[in-house]
């Protein structure tokens, strides 16, 4: 008979346990209606704080999913899971040593060479010579725990590249928002001690040892707890791609120099961290790593060989292991777990095969229920295991404890996991207080949750002091350099920001202009919104476009195509997904209110393509948001980043853009051959694209004519829109990277520096058009677009090949 789970918050009366008593007392006030309000607050504000998740698979990263209610957990009942996971991470950092040292608890038959040996992440390579200095191979440590109706048992460890921390920090800042009334007045423990232990650990004590975070990149399927994790700790983020190995040093590339790396915090599997050593086919990681870290002139935190001990395999063996090691008894038991190499445990689990869950000691590979396995099925299981039963463990399964969660219905209860993390502290261990709650979709979780919960811990812990501020003796602060990957996706997100509040200034004077004449009978404003469409594909590089389209058909699809079509270069929807995808992949340089920005703009766009019809009050609008959003954006990366060279980057791709929008809208609306009364009409949409109208008419109100608008927007250094301005941003901006001013900038300079808007206005007797303006356009195009190539080259690192990739790197 499968017992009753244990209820977290009620006991068997169905009394509310202590700590509960708060969120009991919001539970009944609130009601279904309420509680479905704090679920929309939550992701809400997961949302505008750009918390994502990037499941395997999947083409983009996923807002998290997190429940609004915390698992509440006593500090006296914590006290004894810390000890016990403060335990358990230092028995697994004593058996790592040993087995990667002399290995005596294989030899004294503690533990059968099989289990180690015959583990994918035993490495044989990192084995300590004799007579090396003792080295800790764990830094941080993770531990999944469920309560079954016997109490707490570790599901298993997670000692790899543990992955959640950073994110039961994000949950903390959203849960303490949906239930601030209650978050000041329960007495939980904080989390920042655990993130300030972390520094402590990884300095040792010293302030000159240079340490990165290594990633797998991007698109791994925690990139965003990777991108929290260095703003908490205060380190660069890095690829594999970025750091080289010489003379037996490890080093990173900065713009224009090398930085040594004393300590390596990974986030990437360790058989992807040296493809010399390691995996050949890895482009994630560093060559000569492994050799580096062997000869003790980096060190790699967690140690590389520390997978061997995520091996379910050695469950078994830990209690004796623990005794034999630590002269202690296992305080926190693991799963009954039977290691399928040992004939007795074999025998165990063919006698029991339908009672228990079947786990491939391998890591990347999904248990099997034995339950729900036919008859045929589990033969044919059974004789898999029994071809090679050290590759496999078996397990019974845990019945998990319940706590309430949001549904549609209100609050259910639901199973629920935790896992908890652990970090070296001297000679001890500091433990987060709480973790990372989940609620699985099995019993035995192997991956990141698909619901997370917050962990209150409620009681404050008498043996921790506040932490103070301490005086320290200023010195010469070390350089933090800006990687090349870094230099050119801050360059990148420059030129989408502006790329994209460009595009939507066009298409709000287009979408303004056809309101005012697609039905008008007005022949001006009919040969003005013919003009502007043509000038629209051509500016944004979507042509044939509108010149395509019969004289009578609606050009509305294509205009709504350019509004939000993200897989089509040149469209609003492009330029701002791009430039999220430049965001995230440098999440750890921006401040947090930019996700607050780009999350609303993607959604405004979403929800215009999603409209069957839109009309154009609906695009007005949406655009307008849009440009309020950019607008943000721009405030935010002009007042929030310091000015170092990523910023001069970002600065540089915003200049490059902005000017290149201007000479093509230029090149775009005044160079052909006069549209008669249209042309009042057109050379006013460019000074609102331009966003010059008002200075524009101000300023020449009595001289009529195109020169002083090409005086406006390409000499006037004081104008922010126009040319001359951007280059002498530019200027400024190259003068402080590393290295001399491209040759094709004083070439843009000396073609501006000698132009003549008089003389450009003047049309062609011929033919009406205006050579000298398109010529002149022509060559600022082409000199900006060389600088373009010119920075790239100096600055950012060449593109590595295809390689193989994981998603799951670093998930573990």
């Known amino acids: 008979m499968i017992p009753a789970p244990y209820d977290e918050m009620r006991d068997a009366a169905g009394t509310v346990r202590a700590p509960w008593t708060g969120l009991a007392g919001v539970l009944d006030g609130a ?19 750009g918390v994502a998740y990037h499941p395997p698979g999947a083409e983009s990263e996923q807002l998290w999913e997190l429940d609004p209610l915390p698992l509440v957990l006593d500090g006296a009942e914590w006290a004894g899971l810390e000890r016990g996971v403060a335990q358990r991470a230092e028995l697994l950092d004593r058996l790592l040593a040993d087995l990667y040292g002399p290995r005596a608890t294989i030899t004294r038959g503690l533990l059968p060479v099989e289990v180690v040996d015959g583990h994918p992440g035993y490495l044989h390579g990192w084995r300590r010579p004799a007579g090396a200095p003792p080295r800790r191979e764990l830094f941080l440590s993770g531990a999944d725990l469920g309560r079954s109706p016997d109490g707490w048992t570790v599901l298993g460890d997670r000692v790899q590249a543990p992955s959640g921390a950073g994110y039961a920090m994000a949950n903390r800042r959203v849960v303490a928002r949906v239930l601030s009334a209650l978050h000041r007045r329960s007495r939980i423990r904080r989390l920042g001690p655990f993130f300030e232990a972390v520094r402590a650990g990884l300095q040792a004590g010293r302030d000159d040892r240079r340490i990165v975070l290594l990633h797998p990149g991007p698109d791994s399927e ?42 390596v915090l990974r986030r990437l599997d360790a058989d992807w961290c040296d493809p010399l050593d390691l995996r050949p086919d890895s482009r994630l990681g560093v060559p000569g790593l492994l050799e580096a870290a062997r000869l003790g002139t980096v060190t790699v935190l967690n140690g590389l060989g520390a997978g061997v001990a995520e091996n379910p395999g050695l469950q078994p063996f830990l209690p004796a292991l623990c005794r034999a090691l630590l002269d202690e008894d296992l305080l926190l038991p693991s799963v009954p777990t039977w290691w399928c190499g040992d004939p007795a445990s074999l025998a165990h689990v063919r006698a029991h095969l339908g009672e228990l869950v079947l786990t491939p000691v391998a890591p990347g590979r999904a248990p099997v229920r034995g339950a729900d396995l036919d008859p045929a099925a589990r033969a044919a299981l059974l004789a898999r295991i029994e071809a090679e039963p050290h590759a496999w463990a078996a397990q019974r399964e ?28 001297g000679e001890g261990w500091e433990v987060l207080d709480g973790g990372l709650g989940a609620v699985p979709t099995a019993g035995l979780d192997d991956g990141v949750a698909t619901l997370a919960k917050d962990v209150w811990v409620v009681g404050e812990r008498a043996d921790r002091a506040a932490p103070g501020v301490q005086d320290e003796v200023l010195g010469a602060a070390r350089p933090t350099g800006v990687s090349p990957r870094v230099a050119e996706d801050l360059f990148w997100l420059g030129r989408y920001a502006e790329r994209a509040e460009d595009t939507a200034r066009l298409l709000r004077a287009v979408t303004d202009r056809w309101a005012d004449f697609r039905t008008s009978p007005e022949p001006a404003g009919a040969g003005a919104l013919r003009a502007l469409l043509a000038a629209t594909s051509e500016i944004t590089r979507t042509t044939p476009g509108f010149a395509a389209l019969p004289a009578d058909e609606d050009p509305g699809p294509e205009l709504h195509s350019l509004l939000y079509d993200r897989n089509r270069p040149g469209a609003l929807g492009f330029a701002v997904h791009r430039l999220t995808r430049a965001a995230q992949a440098v999440r750890e340089q921006l401040s947090t209110d930019t996700w607050l920005v780009l999350g609303r703009l993607d959604t405004v766009l979403q929800r215009l393509a999603a409209a069957p019809e839109p009309d154009t009050g609906d695009v007005s609008e949406a655009l307008n ?62 000074t609102i694209v331009a966003e010059s109208v008002i200075t524009h008419r101000r300023r020449n109100a009595g001289r009529p004519g195109i020169a002083p608008l090409l005086e406006l927007l390409l000499a006037d250094r004081d104008n922010p829109r126009a040319v001359a301005h951007q280059l002498d941003r530019l200027a400024d901006d190259l003068a402080h ?19 003549d808007p008089a003389a450009l206005a003047v049309r062609d007797t011929a033919d009406g058009t205006r050579p000298a303006l398109r010529a ?31 998603p799951l790197l670093g998930a573990s």
């Open 776 to 806: 002149l356009l022509a060559g600022l195009g082409a000199d900006l677009d060389r600088l373009a190539e010119d920075v790239a080259a100096a600055h950012f690192a060449p593109r590595p090949g295809p390689h193989a990739y994981d």
């Open 222 to 263: 925690t990139a965003y707890e990777q991108a929290l994790l260095s703003s908490l700790l205060g380190l660069p983020l890095v690829l594999g791609s970025e750091l080289t190995v010489r003379d037996g040093r490890l080093w990173q590339h900065s713009l224009g120099r090398l930085d040594p790396v004393d300590v």
């Open 398 to 425: 845990v019945v998990l404890s319940t706590a309430p969660v949001v549904t549609d219905a209100g609050a259910e209860p639901r199973a629920v996991t935790l896992r908890t993390f652990a970090v070296a502290s």
């Open 625 to 686: 948001r849009v440009l309020e959003g950019l607008l943000a954006l721009a405030g935010i990366t002009a007042e929030s980043l310091v000015r170092d060279d990523g910023w001069r980057l970002l600065d540089a791709g915003r200049r490059v853009e902005r000017a290149q929008h201007v000479v093509a809208l230029l090149a775009a609306t005044l160079c052909d051959a006069p549209r008669g009364p249209a042309d009042r009409l057109v050379v006013e949409s460019v």
């Open 737 to 755: 990277l590393p290295g001399a001013v491209p040759a094709s900038f004083d070439a843009a300079v000396a073609r501006l520096a000698g132009a």
């Open 31 to 49: 009601g279904p209606a309420g509680l479905l309000a704090r679920r929309a607050d939550t992701l809400r504000l997961l949302a505008d704080d």
